[in-house]
T-cell receptor, first 111, second 112 residues
Framework: SQQGEEDPQALSIQEGENATMNCSYK?????LQWYRQNSGRGLVHLIL?????REKHSGRLRVTLDTSKKSSSLLITASRAADTASYFC???????????FGTGTSLTVIP | EAQVTQNPRYLITVTGKKLTVTCSQN?????MSWYRQDPGLGLRQIYY???????DKGDVPEGYKVSRKEKRNFPLILESPSPNQTSLYFC???????????FGDGTRLSIL
C-alpha cells in the first residue's frame, strides 16, 4: 500500500517563481522526509521534519507538517533551472521499520 | 567519499537466469534497503535490513532474496527473474531506519 501521495504530479513554473508541492499520507509517522531525484539518478535527501514539528527551513526550502491532516508541503522559493527534478516525500510508519515513498512531483523550472 | 555503490548499473538478461545486484556502503550504516522504481508507482521497498543478519520484507518482496552477512554489503538476488521485474532498482543506507537515506545511482534491469 502506498503511504504517501504527492500533488500535483507535474508542475511547470518560470525561474524566480515559488514552487509548492504537497504530500498526503495514511498512518501515524515518526518523521517525514523530502527527497529530490534528478532524471535517472539516485535520490538525494533534502530535509527531515519530525512529527512534533510544524515547520522547518533549509536554505530556499520550507517544509510544513500537519499531522492532524496527515499532510506536508514543500515550498521552494525563488526557483532556479537547476531545481528541475522530481520530488518525493517519504514517511516511516510509527509502529514499524519500513519506509514509504510517494509517487513524486515532477518540477520543471523554465529559464 | 561517503557513498553507496551498486553494480551493475545496467543489465539486460533473460527470464530465469539468476542474477545478483551488489550494494556496498562505506558509512558504517546499520540500516540498508532495496527499492524498485516504476513509472507512476514511485519507489516501493523490496527488502530492508536493520543490521547484520537481520532482514525483513518490504512491500514487494516476491521474487527477490537478500542477505546481510557483513554490515557494508546488502546484495539483491533474483533467483529466477521474470519480465515483470524489469525496473530501476535503488539501494540505500542510513544510520537507523528513520533517518535520512543515502542512495546509490541505481541499476536498470531489463528481463526479456
Amino acid at each position: 500500500s502506498q503511504q504517501g501521495e504527492e500533488d500535483p504530479q507535474a508542475l511547470s513554473i518560470q525561474e524566480g517563481e515559488n514552487a509548492t508541492m504537497n504530500c498526503s499520507y495514511k498512518t501515524s509517522i515518526n518523521n517525514l522526509q523530502w527527497y529530490r531525484q534528478n532524471s535517472g539518478r539516485g535520490l538525494v535527501h533534502l530535509i527531515l521534519i519530525r512529527s512534533n514539528e510544524r515547520e522547518k527551513h533549509s536554505g530556499r526550502l520550507r517544509v510544513t507538517l500537519d499531522t492532524s491532516k496527515k499532510s506536508s508541503s514543500l515550498l521552494i522559493t525563488a526557483s532556479r533551472a537547476a531545481d528541475t527534478a522530481s520530488y518525493f516525500c517519504a514517511t516511516d510508519v510509527y509502529t514499524g521499520n519500513q519506509f514509504y515513498f510517494g509517487t513524486g512531483t515532477s518540477l520543471t523550472v523554465i529559464p | 567519499e561517503a557513498q553507496v555503490t551498486q553494480n551493475p548499473r545496467y543489465l539486460i538478461t533473460v527470464t530465469g537466469k539468476k542474477l545478483t545486484v551488489t550494494c556496498s556502503q562505506n558509512m558504517n550504516h546499520e540500516y540498508m534497503s532495496w527499492y524498485r522504481q516504476d513509472p507512476g508507482l514511485g519507489l516501493r521497498q523490496i527488502y530492508y535490513s536493520m543490521n547484520v543478519e537481520v532482514t525483513d520484507k518490504g512491500d514487494v518482496p516476491e521474487g527477490y532474496k537478500v542477505s546481510r552477512k557483513e554490515k557494508r554489503n546488502f546484495p539483491l538476488i533474483l533467483e529466477s527473474p521474470s519480465p515483470n521485474q524489469t525496473s530501476l532498482y535503488f539501494c540505500a543506507s542510513s544510520t537507523t531506519w528513520n533517518q535520512p537515506q543515502h542512495f546509490g545511482d541505481g541499476t536498470r534491469l531489463s528481463i526479456l
